[in-house]
């Protein structure tokens, strides 16, 4: 899965063994920033951490994003905004990476970013990538169609 925020900070201290207050601190940050780096996204109050807060995530407590995909697709830039790992996902076309990210981010999120990976992949290989991905991302909306209402498979 494409860690969320909330995820990386809540992996962070069960590592380190930290309290929210120590990661806080040994993030320089107030513990009220990271209570709200640590809220959901639907919450009036969540905040979203800066670049600089990821990467150190990343450096001192060795947690991505890319954690739970099959490459570190976020490699050298634990910071890297999600659109840009979409991309890179697009690119390799791995479908397990790909399922994960549509069940993440939503199949239309991912297809809106099908064009753009196109045109960064070379050009004697756009004709196959853009037949692989139309057949995965297919078989995901077909897949998705099915799932019991509610439920998204992972």
């Given at each position: 899965m494409a860690m969320k925020q909330q995820d990386l900070l809540r992996q962070a201290m069960a590592q380190s063994g930290q309290?929210?207050?120590?990661?806080?601190?040994?993030?320089?940050?107030?513990?009220?920033?990271?209570?709200?780096?640590?809220?959901p996204e639907s919450s009036r109050d969540f905040r979203h951490m800066p670049e600089t807060a990821l990467r150190l995530l990343a450096n001192q407590y060795d947690v991505r994003k890319t954690a739970d995909l099959s490459m570190p697709y976020d490699w050298p830039d634990p910071a890297i905004r999600d659109e840009a790992l979409i991309l890179n996902v697009l690119r390799r076309a791995h479908f397990p990476d790909l399922v994960r990210l549509c069940a993440d981010y939503g199949l239309?999120?991912?297809?809106?970013?099908?064009?753009?990976?196109?045109?960064?992949?070379?050009?004697?290989?756009?004709?196959?990538?853009?037949?692989?991905?139309?057949?995965?991302?297919?078989?995901?909306?077909?897949?998705l169609s099915e799932a019991p209402h509610g439920r998204t498979p992972a």
């Open positions: 309290t929210r207050a120590q990661l806080a601190e040994a993030m320089g940050v107030a513990k009220r920033t990271l209570d709200k780096w640590l809220l239309d999120k991912v297809r809106a970013c099908t064009d753009a990976a196109l045109a960064l992949a070379p050009v004697a290989e756009r004709g196959i990538l853009a037949r692989i991905l139309t057949r995965m991302l297919r078989s995901i909306e077909i897949a």
